[in-house]
């Protein structure tokens, strides 16, 4: 045996996959320092099992997996292979070439290949037993390692010597013979233990068998009675499921009639919608106008309000005007009597003026009758001429004033014309205001009414809508009642139909046989079920029916002999149990002899023979004959 081939693969500086052959003789393998020179000897050993990451001149395992440079990625994993040549059989396998392999990942997992298959660690430590091959073995002699061996304790070297004697391998036996045998030895203990243990536990579980036998029998009579309660509720709930059916029918013959109703409520409340939309439309024209008119009047009313301020200010303006007429007609009247009392004086004047025109003209007369004789005369007159020159100038200052009067009279009548024209037209102006408010009113009192209409009519609607709103909602409510009376029924029938189709009820051996018919047509030959199968009865006499036949509702019936002796050896082959078979070609029943019949039909009570109250298929008749032709069904007990 010799060290034929070194492979290497991400260990330390090894990146690329490497080969070192090594042919017979002496190998160097010589470098500067830095090389990888050691990395292959650490390789060796890595590969030979060592587990000290110390040893190999690292931290932690993981160390010895390629960690990449500035230019390459580090790798994932580390492999090394190990190839010897064992063409002379040292090595204790039947290979002329072992190649021992290790792989390390950056994860931690750990691979041990030989010739690649895996193994454990501890089958590569045995195959290399007594060959000085192995991580302390004597043939890898490492830097320091000689100092080492020598200045080792003697139990040390004697450990080395042993190998190398070839003593070490019967050493390692002789160590895990005793291990296996102190093991032995302990679990003999643990079972002297166990067995005192069990001894104790003997009489208690003896009894427990007992009751658990007790246990096992009444389940046993459990079972078949509720077999029999199972069947009766089959027989009940196909009932009710006929019930439900036709309930159903009816309900969804209701639910299609509701939904009919529905729909129609929907379209009228569709319709209703399409109107209301329609009168919310004409509501919001309605209000557009009414606010528009409302804006209308507001700003009538405004003007009105102006019209009435002016109205109050010409009405003002009239009393102070009236007033102020009333004080002109009295000044006028003043005026007038004062005019009067000046034309009296006027006259009373001119006659005086008259008069004394006349005296002047008779003064004159005298005067120039006199005027040369008497001085004094001369003097009077003139002072009388002075006395009428002021006479004269008050006149005219008077006549100035009358023509005063008169022309402030004239002023005051221009006025009081003006005045009354201005009052006219404020009349008429007023006139047209109010006819404008009356119209006005009227409007605003017709777009009320149009709009109390509109809301009545809107009312109504919502009423409307509203009731429907609850009759939909009712109708819904009932809707989903139905919907899970449905749902409550259809998971019954659902349930009823998985316990009929799964044959629950019936005896194991039964339901196997009955199983197997359905599976295999040709099993199922010349089988035609369970005598509960092939017929039906009406209600009111199931019970009596049912307590007649009793365990025989689970007998299955054949065709012939030979079907029942197929179906038997069936149930024997696969250690099934036990059932009991009716042949139609051999089961014959009798009727109930006439003469009987009729002593019978006498008596009150007397509901008819058990095989006249079933239906059934013609071919069975005989087997129904052999169970019910002799059965009678009566209200209650019958004397004699």
């Not at 030989?114 to 192995?134: A, H, M, V």
């Not at 100035?400 to 009354?420: A, F, L, V």
């Amino acid at each position: 045996m010799h060290l034929k081939r070194l492979e290497i693969q991400g260990f330390k500086s090894f990146a690329d996959r490497i080969q070192l052959d090594f042919n017979s003789g002496i190998t160097a393998v010589v470098g500067p320092n830095g090389s990888g020179k050691s990395n292959i000897s650490d390789a060796i050993r890595w590969v030979l099992g060592e587990q000290s990451a110390k040893t190999l001149r690292g931290g932690k395992m993981e160390d010895v997996i390629f960690a990449g440079t500035e230019h390459r990625k580090p790798l994932g994993f580390a492999e090394v292979s190990l190839t010897f040549d064992n063409s002379d059989g040292i090595l204790p396998i039947d290979f002329s070439e072992v190649t021992v392999t290790r792989r390390v990942y950056r994860s931690g997992e750990s691979e041990y290949m030989i010739n690649k298959t895996q193994c454990r660690l501890k089958d590569i430590y045995e195959l290399f037993l007594d060959t000085g091959i192995g991580k302390d073995g004597y043939s890898i002699i490492g830097q320091g390692r000689v100092d080492e061996i020598l200045s080792s304790k003697s139990e040390e070297r004697r450990g080395i010597f042993e190998e190398a004697s070839g003593i070490m391998k019967y050493k390692v036996r002789k160590q895990e013979a005793e291990r296996k045998l102190e093991m032995t030895r302990q679990n003999l203990l643990r079972i002297n233990d166990i067995i005192t243990e069990l001894e104790n536990q003997l009489e208690p579980l003896r009894e427990q068998s007992e009751v658990a036998k007790k246990y096992l029998n009444l389940r046993d009579t459990l079972k078949e009675l509720e077999i029999n309660v199972y069947i009766e509720n089959i027989t009940k709930y196909k009932e009710k499921i006929k019930e439900l059916e036709e309930g159903y029918a009816s309900v969804k013959d209701n639910i299609d009639s509701e939904n009919k109703k529905l729909e129609d409520i929907t379209n009228l409340n569709q319709k209703n919608l399409g109107i209301l939309k329609e009168m919310e439309g004409k509501l919001e024209a309605a209000k557009q106008e009414f606010y528009a008119i409302d804006g209308s009047l507001e700003k009538s009313n405004s003007e009105i309000r102006l019209n009435q301020e002016k109205i109050s200010n010409l009405t003002s303006n009239i009393a102070r005007l009236d007033g102020e007429i009333s004080e002109v007609e009295e000044k006028i009247k003043a005026i007038s009597e004062e005019e009067a009392a000046k034309n009296s004086k006027i006259l009373y004047l001119k006659e005086r003026y008259d008069e004394y025109s006349a005296k002047l003209e008779e003064s004159e007369k005298k005067l120039q009758a006199i005027i040369a004789t008497l001085n004094e005369n001369e003097r009077y007159i003139e002072n009388l001429k002075t006395e009428i020159m002021e006479m004269l100038d008050i006149q005219s200052d008077k006549r100035t004033q009358i023509n005063n009067i008169k022309n402030h009279i004239e002023g005051i009548k221009k006025r009081q014309t003006s005045i009354d024209t201005e009052v006219y037209q404020l009349t008429l102006d007023k006139d047209k205001e109010s006819m404008k408010k009356e119209e006005l009113s009227e409007s605003i009192y017709k777009t009320n009414e149009l709009i109390k209409n509109i809301k009545d009519l809107l009312s109504e609607l919502n009423e409307k809508r509203k009731d429907l709103g609850i009759k939909l909602e009712e109708e819904k409510k009932k809707q989903n009642n139905v919907r899970s009376q449905i749902q409550v029924m259809t998971s019954r029938q659902k349930m009823l139909m998985d316990m009929e189709r799964n044959l629950e009820g019936y005896n194991r051996s039964v339901r196997v046989v009955l199983q197997a018919c359905q599976q295999s047509k040709e099993f199922g030959k010349g089988i035609h079920g369970a005598l509960a199968q092939l017929f039906s009865v009406d209600k009111r006499y199931e019970t009596a029916i049912e307590m007649s036949l009793g365990g025989a509702l689970q007998n299955i019936v054949t065709t012939s002999e030979e079907d029942a002796k197929r179906a038997i050896e069936y149930l024997k082959r696969n250690n099934l149990g036990r059932a009991t078979f009716l042949p139609i070609s051999s089961v014959k029943g009798k009727y109930l002899d006439d003469s009987i019949l009729n002593q019978l039909k006498g008596h009150e009570g007397f509901i008819g023979v058990a095989s006249d109250l079933i239906e059934y298929d013609e071919q069975y008749r005989g087997i129904v004959l052999s169970l019910l032709g002799k059965v009678v069904v009566v209200d209650s007990s019958m004397p004699g």
